[in-house]
């Protein structure tokens, strides 16, 4: 994963609890930044990374991920006092995804390039890394030159904000998956279980949980420090990985039932 230092805040997106800005960096590339000052705090860069980099490694669509290091220096010009309250709260690395311009958010109702295979690979996914940030009203997908991305993971892995019985958690069926935006279009998610799980092996788990940094990995009291919580999300992804069979089975019957 790249690092790129922030050069220019550009412009705050308002909407999102994420509070996401636009900033310019030294490759001059523009890219939608989550800063870890934000209300959500690492974890939800964390879970950006590990998220939206294995949607990546099973071959979903998702905008270049980048580490952006912010120099507090950089809210001394900015008029906002929100937003340099935010950019002094960020010192150091934070995340940001390519900026596609142009961009427009999708719509079940005006786009068509969702097939069901597509649309059934997305809801097993997000199953996978318990994204529940996916619905009609916020699809967090956009249309970019006809073909979807996927974005904003943040509220993925949500087991990691108290890392409860995890094992027993990696095996219960997302409560907000049949709100999902893509699941009225989407094929057999039995049968993308069956094309993507053999791609998210332990080893490809591994290198994704891997590129999650330090600084964003503090002492945890329930799995301690950046070993042990990679160590959490690689058994829990893992373990999530093999209940996913059943959990798929089990959405493709509940969807005939109806």
């Given at each position: 994963m790249r690092t790129v230092r922030a050069t220019r805040y550009v412009t705050p997106?308002?909407?999102?609890?994420?509070?996401?800005?636009?900033?310019?960096?030294d490759d001059d590339g523009l890219y939608v930044v989550k800063f870890r000052g934000a209300a959500q705090g690492p974890r939800a860069l964390v879970a950006e990374i590990i998220a939206g980099e294995l949607a990546r490694a099973i071959g979903l669509p998702v905008p270049e991920i980048v580490l952006v290091d912010i120099d507090p220096a950089l809210a001394d010009d900015e008029p906002d006092p929100w937003v340099r309250e935010l950019l002094a709260a960020s010192p150091?690395?934070?995340?940001?995804?390519?900026?596609?311009?142009?961009?427009?958010?999708y719509s079940p109702m005006a786009d068509s390039q969702a097939d069901p295979a597509f649309s059934a690979d997305v809801v097993w996914f997000?199953?996978?890394?318990?994204?529940?940030?996916?619905?009609?009203?916020?699809?967090n997908i956009l249309t970019w030159h006809r073909r979807l991305y996927l974005i904003d993971h943040g509220a993925s892995l949500y087991v990691h904000h108290t890392?409860?019985?995890?094992?027993?958690?990696?095996?219960?069926?997302?409560?907000?998956l049949p709100?999902?935006?893509?699941?009225?279009?989407?094929?057999?998610?039995?049968?993308?279980?069956?094309?993507?799980?053999?791609?998210?092996?332990?080893?490809?788990?591994?290198?994704?949980?891997?590129?999650?940094p330090d600084a964003f990995l503090a002492a945890d009291g329930h799995?301690?420090?950046?070993?042990?919580?990679?160590?959490a999300y690689r058994r829990y992804l893992e373990r999530r990985r093999s209940a996913q069979a059943q959990l798929s089975d089990d959405v493709d019957r509940s969807r005939h039932a109806d």
């Open positions: 997106f308002r909407e999102g609890g994420s509070l996401p800005g636009l900033v310019e960096a150091g690395l934070n995340v940001g995804l390519d900026f596609l311009p142009g961009s427009l958010t997000d199953s996978l890394v318990t994204n529940s940030d996916r619905s009609p009203r916020n699809p890392w409860h019985d995890p094992d027993a958690h990696a095996e219960r069926p997302l409560p907000t709100d999902h935006v893509l699941l009225p279009r989407a094929g057999s998610i039995a049968d993308a279980h069956a094309r993507l799980a053999p791609r998210a092996t332990a080893d490809v788990i591994a290198s994704v949980v891997d590129m999650a799995v301690g420090g950046p070993e042990g919580q990679r160590a």
